[in-house]
């Protein structure tokens, strides 16, 4: 199968280019699918942006909101989903898809480990 990763950032900020990885989606060509993984807690954009930067119930419900309907679309293609990455124009954006090469399920949970999710 073809995979795609896209970090998912909250960026409070666009004009200072200052973002922090906040989740990953995984976009399965074949299938069309994507799977997401969110972090468990709110502490690198704390770390990152301070505590007043945001609020922690808010940042939740939004990773919430965003993982089930990226978990929900269906994406006929590449195009598709890079459209989909290339308009979000909120505090939770994504970076362009990259391949990357996965040869079983165990490896993509092994992937996402790695990447910090």
């Known amino acids: 199968m073809t995979y795609y990763y896209s970090f998912i950032q909250y960026c409070p900020d666009r004009s200072r280019h200052e973002a922090v990885n906040i989740g990953i989606a995984i976009y399965i060509v074949e299938t069309g699918r994507v799977i997401v993984s969110m972090s468990k807690n709110n502490k690198r954009v704390k770390r990152l942006f301070g505590r ?28 598709e989903f890079k459209l989909f990455v290339d308009t979000r124009a909120n505090e ?5 898809p990259t391949q990357v090469r996965l ?12 990447m910090g999710f």
Request: glycine residues 2%; hydrophobic residues 40%.
């Open 92 to 96: 939770l954006v994504m970076t362009p």
């Open 52 to 79: 007043k930067s945001l609020g922690n119930r808010w940042l939740t419900e939004a990773k919430n909101m965003f993982a089930n309907r990226l978990n929900s679309e269906k994406f006929s293609t590449l195009a």
């Open 103 to 114: 040869n079983s399920i165990q490896e993509m949970d092994e992937f996402i480990i790695k």
